[in-house]
């Protein structure tokens, strides 16, 4: 059995991380922390857990963490990952981390959306950790940059254009919509009940979302050429869920038709990717809770421009279904493992 351990586990993601690792037959998950709630049981933190998880969460020791597993997911915030990943790496363990520090080729792009990077010469090390886009390099990588939620949905719905060259990737325009818990489980006034319920509001408007990067470094790589996209994310008042209706200007004369069997066959044998009939758009609603990303494509024959509509769950193909997928290629087991629930619904 793989010995991990969750780190930084009293957040959304951490949740997610467990409920999804305790379905793993392959995994046992021998250590869990958290700063604010150590010597706590974690399921009197979360009543999910109750019956399945007996541990006590403990402070974040990374020797002792690391003595303890073969493999670590850091769930802790941005700059906090990078004070404890080298030691981690030093004592011969893999990583999956799940904040931005690692996500990034370039320091000085991290910095400039960021804070300052502790261990630059790290980033040269990491590979990204999409599967559909750097399988190869994630199966013999040491620490692997976990995506973050919005990049997931968009990246996806975007590359099979991107590498095709149908698209002029200079008119990119994403509009995207999260709910709540993308924000995390930290007390914000803003997402109190009575100001997000019954409200839908942008924010990070005017290209300053910490996402953005993320999207173009991914996205230029593809195009083999700079891409800068128009990105503005929105709240929506739900749960779980992220929603991205991306445009483009078409490059070919493509039809709806066209573009349908273009994604079918750019992702056949994806596991994870669920490409709709022609004149079929997803909903949050079909994804909730499992490691789906659904994508629906057409044209819009007047103004030459190609929508793609993906959706996925930012918690777990967003997060933590991600992370346990990236797991599975490190380790040499089977991709889906762990992964096969299908979604809530209603």
């Not at 790496?89 to 000085?108: E, M, P, T």
């Not at 019954?198 to 996402?211: A, C, I, Q, S």
């Not at 596991?271 to 709709?276: E, I």
């Not at 022609?278 to 490691?291: D, E, I, L, W």
Request: charge should be negative.
């Amino acid at each position: 059995m793989l010995k991990v351990a969750v780190v930084g586990a009293s957040g959304y993601t951490g949740v997610e991380l467990l409920r999804l690792l305790h379905g793993h037959p392959e995994v046992t998950v021998s250590c869990v922390t958290s700063e604010q709630n150590a010597g706590r049981p974690v399921a009197e933190i979360f009543p999910t857990l109750r019956g399945r998880y007996a541990q006590q969460l403990e402070n974040l020791e990374p020797v002792r963490v690391a003595e303890k597993a073969d493999l670590i997911f850091t769930a802790l915030p941005h700059k906090a990952a990078m004070e404890v990943v080298p030691t981690f790496l030093k004592l011969g363990k893999r990583v999956v981390d799940l904040s931005a520090d690692y996500r990034f080729n370039d320091a000085a792009v991290y910095e400039s959306w960021y804070e300052p990077h502790l261990n630059p010469e790290l980033l040269g090390q990491a590979v990204y950790g999409l599967p559909e886009v750097r399988r190869a390099e994630i199966v013999p990588a040491q620490l692997v940059g976990n995506p973050g939620c919005y990049p997931t949905c968009t990246i996806l719905g975007l590359q099979p254009l991107v590498r095709q060259g149908v698209i002029d990737p200079t008119t990119v325009i994403v509009d995207a919509k999260s709910g709540v818990s993308g924000a995390g489980r930290g007390a914000k006034v803003d997402n109190l009940y009575c100001e997000v319920n019954e409200g839908f509001k942008p924010y990070g408007v005017g290209g300053v979302h910490r996402h953005l990067p993320e999207i173009e470094q991914e996205l230029s790589l593809l195009a083999g050429e700079q891409v800068m996209i128009s990105f503005t994310p929105h709240l929506v008042p739900m749960d779980r869920g992220i929603l991205a209706t991306s445009y483009a200007r078409l490059a070919a004369d493509l039809s709806p038709a066209d573009l349908v069997r273009l994604f079918g066959e750019f992702y056949a044998g994806e596991p994870f990717v669920r490409v709709l009939p022609q004149g079929s758009f997803p909903s949050t609603a079909h994804v909730r809770g499992a490691n789906f990303c659904d994508i629906g494509v057409t044209v819009d024959t007047r103004t030459g421009r190609v929508i793609v509509v993906s959706a996925i769950d930012n918690l777990v193909k967003g997060a933590a279904g991600q992370a346990v997928q990236n797991m599975n290629l490190m380790c040499g087991f089977p991709e889906t493992m762990g992964l096969d629930g299908l979604a809530l619904f209603p």
